[in-house]
């Protein structure tokens, strides 16, 4: 591929001259790895942004090359599965790549995640965290059609703040939510 195609690329979008002199500053394998996959997805310049944050930092992180980063098998699997459109395979890789970008975060929702699991809530009831664990807090919905089935929920959810998952969920909000913060700006 060549800079001309990146140029046409940016400027077909209408991406500000920044960001095209952003891009253009990375070496041609990078330049062509991000251009493959901004063709691909037809990424708008938000998410080329975005994504070139986050190759910059595991790039600079991990003394690699970015279009190291963007032929991992992870990314390149999402990236060729037929059974994806293109939205769902953008949302994939960016979350692929924001995994890569913070790990320690990305650890901390997944044991809030199992955590949750081990609750084992009726599936009216669903407890969540907000992305990036923005705030420490902890979400709880839940639905009922009757009284007596809002009480019968609220028992359930009584029954699991209990529960030492559900201390251990609060644990990882409140005493890793610092390293969270600190990981998500680095």
């Not at 994504?51 to 690699?64: F, G, K, N, S, V």
């Not at 190291?68 to 059974?83: C, Q």
């Not at 907000?130 to 059609?145: D, T, Y």
Request: aromatic share 4%.
């Amino acid at each position: 591929m060549s800079e001309e195609q990146v140029r046409r690329y940016a400027n077909g979008r209408g991406f500000h001259p920044q960001t095209l002199e952003r891009w253009m500053g990375w070496d041609q394998p990078a330049k062509d790895a991000l251009l493959r996959l901004a063709l691909g997805l037809k990424l708008g310049e938000n998410h080329l942004r975005d994504l070139m944050d986050w190759l910059e930092e595991i790039a600079l992180r991990d003394q690699t090359e970015i279009a190291e980063v963007l032929v991992r098998k992870s990314i390149t699997e999402i990236e060729s599965d037929p059974r994806l459109g293109r939205a769902d395979k953008l949302k994939r890789i960016k979350e692929e790549i924001r995994r890569l970008r913070f790990p320690r975060l990305v650890q901390v929702e997944d044991s809030i995640r199992v955590r949750i699991g081990e609750l084992k809530l009726h599936p009216q009831i669903r407890i969540s965290v907000p992305p990036g664990l923005e705030g420490g807090r902890l979400n709880v919905e839940f639905s009922a059609l009757s009284a007596d089935e809002f009480q019968a929920v609220i028992a359930k959810l009584a029954d699991a703040a209990g529960k030492d998952a559900l201390r251990e969920i609060f644990r990882l909000l409140g005493g890793d939510r610092q390293m969270a913060r600190s990981t998500a700006s680095k």
